[in-house]
């Protein structure tokens, strides 16, 4: 593999509130994804934060659209509510919509993901970690290139980044530049650059007290 181009690489910031987003952008984060509840993988935020958020921030907030802990599993009474969600996130001024549903059978919910994209109203879509509960990412990765996600938070199905690398690299390939593998899970700074360098993938995410190493890191790349 080429040697990555460590200048395009983003650093995106899960963060609970506009102040922990606007450091995280001093930091030298690119984007956040601004949520509540990261106890139980994150929930929705309200539509006060994510204005206060667009208001001090530096750059784009994504706001996640979550309304319970649990099953990624929606119900039509629960889908029609987190529609409505996903447009009260982005009349509220959110840059972009951070969901994730899945069927009965585990698998993406193609009928329900294509209403939330709807719903965003032309902002990006990123499909969350609950792509790492399926049995087939790469099936469910075409699923979501088919339903117009641009991005996707993956570990590449394991408990950390690092120890998925070889399904990132494989994500990466077959999304072909077409949708973005944003790589989460612990991923630390003494392993960024080997997790960009083995798997291709030009986006990280991480939680707010990772944000100044991992750009650290990234930042001593680019400069050798």
């Known amino acids: 593999m080429t040697s990555p181009p460590f200048a395009r690489v983003l650093v995106e910031a899960c963060v609970t509130s506009a102040a922990e987003a606007a450091a995280c952008f001093a930091a030298g984060a690119s984007r956040v994804e601004l949520c509540r509840r990261l106890d139980v993988g994150g929930l929705t935020p309200d539509g006060a934060d994510v204005r206060e958020a667009r208001a001090l921030a530096g ?23 987190l ?7 982005t009349r509220a001024g959110a840059d972009g919509i951070v969901v994730g549903v899945l069927d009965a059978r585990g698998r993406v919910d193609a009928a329900a993901l294509r209403d939330l994209v709807a719903a965003a ?61 944003l790589a989460g899970g612990r991923v630390r700074a003494d392993h960024v650059a080997r997790l960009i360098e083995e798997t291709g993938v030009t986006e990280v995410h991480a939680r707010a007290s990772a944000v100044p190493g991992l750009v650290g890191a990234l930042g001593r790349e680019r400069r050798t």
């Open 83 to 89: 529609i409505e969600t996903v447009s009260t996130l």
């Open 59 to 81: 750059g784009p907030v994504f706001a996640m659209a979550r309304s319970r802990e649990g099953s990624f599993r929606v119900a039509p009474a629960e889908l029609a509510a």
């Open 121 to 181: 109203d032309g902002r990006p879509v990123t499909f969350h970690r609950a792509f790492d509960e399926l049995d087939d990412p790469l099936t469910g990765l075409e699923t979501l290139l088919r339903c117009g996600v641009h991005r996707v938070l993956t570990s590449g199905g394991a408990s950390q980044a690092w120890e998925g690398r070889s399904m990132l690299r494989a994500l990466v390939s077959v999304a072909g530049g077409s949708l973005t593998v």
